[in-house]
C-alpha cells in the first residue's frame, strides 16, 4: 500500500528554537498534503493543507507565521514550528491523499515534539 | 460545519466477543469515510474505506457499514482478540481531496 513517512519520530527541543518535522509521500506524488496536531486524549485536528508549489492553507486558530509550511515537491512537505514554546509540545501528524486509491489518505508515523 | 461523533469513548469487552463501534456525523454530503487504528504514541492505520455512494465494507473480521441519510456509520468487530485494542477513529471528508474531519475516537481494551 501507498506509504508515507515522516522525520524525526520524536525531538525534543528547547523553549525558543525552531523544529522541521519533514512529510514524504514514498510511492505516490502528493499535489497536497495535510498537517494535524493531536493533543493527549484528543483527536486529530487540522492544521494547514499544504499545497505542492504555492502557499499553503491555515485553518483558524493556527499561526501561520509559526508553523511554516514549505510543499517544495510533489513528495516532501515540510512544518517548521518556530520559536517553539512548552504548549507547541504535541504529536504532529501528516497525511496525503492517494490519487489511485478513490483518494483514501495515508498518514506518516507522526512526529513527537517534547519543548522545553 | 461538519463535526463527527463516536459513541461509547471506551469500551472493555472480554476476548471473542462481537463488537459495535458508532460514528455519527452531521452534515450528510459526504464523499468518503474512512476507519482508522490507533495504538498509543504511534500514528494512524487505515482499516477500511466507504464511498458515499456504497453501503458497507468489508476487511477479515471487520465490517463497517454506511448510511449516509441518516449521518451514521457503524464498525462491527467480530471474534474480538487482546490484539484489536487500540483506539478506533472514524473521519469523513466532504469533498474528494481534502482534509479528513475525526472524531474522539473509540478507546477499547480486549482482555484476555
Known amino acids: 500500500g501507498a506509504v508515507v513517512s515522516q522525520h524525526p519520530s520524536w525531538v525534543i527541543c528547547k523553549s525558543g528554537t525552531s523544529v522541521k518535522i519533514e512529510c514524504r509521500s514514498l510511492d505516490f506524488q502528493a499535489t497536497t498534503m495535510f498537517w494535524y496536531r493531536q493533543f493527549p486524549k484528543q483527536s486529530l485536528m487540522l492544521m494547514a493543507t499544504?499545497?505542492?508549489?504555492?502557499?499553503?492553507?491555515?485553518e483558524q486558530g493556527v499561526e501561520k507565521d509559526k508553523f511554516l509550511i514549505n510543499h517544495a515537491s510533489l513528495t516532501l512537505s515540510t512544518l517548521t514550528v518556530t520559536s517553539a514554546h512548552p504548549e507547541d509540545s504535541s504529536f504532529y501528524i501528516c497525511?496525503?491523499?492517494?490519487?489511485?486509491?478513490?483518494?483514501?489518505?495515508?498518514f506518516g508515523p507522526g512526529t513527537r515534539l517534547t519543548v522545553l | 460545519k461538519q463535526e463527527v461523533t463516536q459513541i461509547p469513548a471506551a469500551l472493555s469487552v472480554p476476548e471473542g466477543e462481537n463488537l459495535v463501534l458508532n460514528c455519527s456525523f452531521t452534515?450528510?454530503?459526504?464523499?468518503?469515510l474512512q476507519w482508522f487504528r490507533q495504538d498509543p504514541g504511534k500514528g494512524l492505520t487505515s482499516l477500511l474505506l466507504?464511498?458515499?455512494?456504497?453501503r458497507e465494507q468489508t476487511s477479515g473480521r471487520l465490517n463497517a457499514s454506511l448510511d449516509k441519510s441518516s449521518g451514521r456509520s457503524t464498525l462491527y468487530i467480530a471474534a474480538s482478540q487482546p490484539g484489536d485494542s487500540a483506539t478506533y477513529l472514524c473521519a469523513v471528508t466532504n469533498q474528494a481531496g481534502t482534509a479528513l474531519i475525526f472524531g474522539k475516537g473509540t478507546t477499547l481494551s480486549v482482555s484476555s
Open positions: 497525511s496525503a491523499p492517494y490519487p489511485g486509491r478513490r483518494d483514501e489518505q495515508f
Open positions: 466507504i464511498q458515499s455512494s456504497q
Open positions: 452534515d450528510s454530503a459526504i464523499y468518503n
Open positions: 499544504s499545497n505542492e508549489g504555492s502557499k499553503a492553507t491555515y
